[in-house]
């Protein structure tokens, strides 16, 4: 089994900031990726961003300049940094990893926290 855990969501204003936490733990032999993913009521799953191990990231369009991914490998966690949010941030965000265990690479999931961003 491998468990993600967020936490660090919440309510805030337009321009504030907020910082996403996510631990994996359980049963695997190494995390390839770690990132996150949001949903907005009636939305799809939108990707948000990603670090691979050896350090490169990736980030949504909606998101470059203004979200900040980043790992402790050491303590298997995900951090998101948020700043400058604005209302259509307001999501579901969820943290995921890509995982092997059992000579088998797959991607997990965490239930996700609610971001809202609001006057």
């Known amino acids: 089994q491998v468990q993600l855990v967020e936490s660090g969501g919440g309510l805030v204003q337009p321009g504030g900031s907020l910082r996403l936490s996510c631990v994996v733990s359980g049963s695997f032999d190494r995390i390839a990726a770690m990132g996150w993913y949001r949903q907005a009521p009636g939305n799809q799953r939108e990707f948000v961003a990603v670090?691979?191990?050896?350090?490169?990231?990736n980030y949504g369009d909606s998101v470059k300049d203004r979200f900040a991914v980043s790992r402790d490998y050491a303590k298997n966690t995900v951090y998101l940094q948020l700043d400058n949010l604005k209302p259509e941030d307001t999501a579901v965000y969820f943290c995921y990893c890509n995982a092997r265990r059992n000579r088998k690479l797959a991607d997990y999931w965490g239930q996700g926290i609610q971001v809202t961003v609001s006057a």
């Open positions: 670090q691979v191990s050896g350090g490169a990231t």
